[in-house]
């Protein structure tokens, strides 16, 4: 599976991005979308994730709010609508998939599949 993340950028603090990942085969239900960013010297952390057919959806603290994860079934699509946007936010943006487990969402390292990045900065 390819995934493809898309709709950084740079924008103002207090602005808004949506991002876009379109993976290269149809998810199915037990597929698990997940958004993960990693900042200059800092590690990757967990942001947002949604299951494919129940909805199921969490957020990091951090964004909790903010940002709102959503997928777009006729497109095949995951989006992450980020509101609000801090410096603290600026990084790289990957998506990510597997059929893990629901209680596995939030361990990157666990994901099987991963999108080449798109960089959000927040700079006035």
């Known amino acids: 599976v390819q995934l493809q993340a898309s709709g950084g950028g740079l924008v103002q603090p207090g602005g ?3 991002l876009s990942c379109v993976p290269s085969n149809r998810m199915t239900s037990s597929n698990l979308i997940g958004w993960f960013r990693q900042a ?3 590690e990757r952390e967990f ?3 949604v299951r494919w057919n129940s909805g199921n959806i969490d957020y990091a603290d951090s964004v909790k ?3 709102t994860i959503s997928r777009d079934n ?7 609508q980020m509101n609000n946007l801090m410096p603290e936010d600026t990084a790289v943006y990957y998506c990510a ?8 969402r939030t361990q990157g390292h666990l994901y099987d599949y991963w999108g080449q990045g798109t960089l959000v900065t927040v700079s006035s």
């Open 74 to 80: 006729a497109k095949n699509t995951v989006h992450l």
């Open 16 to 18: 808004s991005l949506k």
């Open 97 to 104: 998939t597997s059929r893990l487990i629901w209680g596995a």
């Open 65 to 67: 709010g903010r940002f």
């Open 40 to 42: 200059p010297g800092k």
């Open 47 to 49: 942001v947002a994730a």
